[in-house]
């Protein structure tokens, strides 16, 4: 191994950790990172959607287990998310216009970021139409299945703007949103490029998996927290905007 690799595995293994600790999975970070690297445009959503399912799993069981996932609100999103991340992940794409995408998505992703920084009690949750809410999932998971992230990212915001529920609500929500949109989307991705790519993934980057696995169960399992919650969405912010004008601009 590299002393690269070895230094993006600990990069990851930190992602992973800090972002189950708050109930998501990471996925535009690790695209981020890997969109810094010279790892092909092909691979950077199988390998980033892996990464989510690895980190989210425990986060989801965690919400689950302390009975704070809003089952009854999420599945109308959950619906038809999952088939249009399916959709997003065969839908075939050009580099160009993937790292066009990828840019604008994770511009606007660091907005949203900074936006909820905003105060986010709720005092009244709001009865958000199904149609509304379903039309919202099928927007976020095709988006998502596209640029291979959860989605997470986008929903969370989006629901907390509409008062959808409390803020431990809705990370359950996202986390769950995550966990079943990587799913789909990597289901998508596979069957676009027929599994040829899946041996190269996994030899090439099995490193990242291990790392994402490790940093992710100490983040879940015991919340482990070495910044606060807001500065960790601040610093993950202002790295995803950077990468996101370098790539929109430079790439």
Not at 135 to 160: D, E, N, Q, W
Not at 216 to 223: D, H, P
Request: charged share 5%; hydrophobic share 55%; aromatic share 10%.
């Amino acid at each position: 191994m590299t002393m690269g690799g070895l230094l993006m595995a600990v990069i990851f293994a930190i992602t992973a950790l800090l972002y189950a600790s708050i109930g998501y999975g990471g996925g535009s970070t690790y695209i981020a990172l890997l969109a810094l690297t010279q790892t092909p445009y092909e691979m950077i959503p199988i390998v980033a959607l892996l990464c989510n399912i690895v980190v989210v799993l425990g986060a989801s069981l965690r919400f689950a287990g302390q009975k704070i996932m809003p089952w009854q609100r999420i599945y109308p999103i959950l619906i038809f998310s999952v088939p249009a991340a399916w959709l997003g992940g065969i839908t075939p794409i050009s580099r160009e216009l993937f790292m066009a995408l990828l840019g604008c998505l994770l511009i606007t992703s660091s907005a949203l970021i900074l936006w909820s920084q905003r105060d986010n009690i709720i005092s009244q949750v709001n009865s958000v139409n199904p149609a509304v809410s379903s039309l919202l999932g099928f927007i976020i998971g095709y988006c998502a299945g596209l640029v291979g992230i959860g989605g997470g990212i986008f929903l969370a915001p989006m629901l907390l703007l509409m008062r959808w529920g409390a803020a431990r609500e809705v990370a359950a929500g996202a986390s769950l949103f995550i966990l079943v949109n990587s799913i789909a989307g990597l289901l998508g991705q596979v069957s676009k490029y027929q599994g040829h790519l899946w041996n190269d993934i996994i030899a090439a980057h099995y490193i990242l998996f291990i790392a994402v696995f490790i940093g992710g169960q100490i983040g879940s399992l015991l919340a482990v927290k070495i910044l606060p919650e807001k500065i960790i969405k601040i610093l993950t912010a202002l790295l995803t905007l950077y990468v996101g004008i370098r790539i929109l601009f430079f790439s």
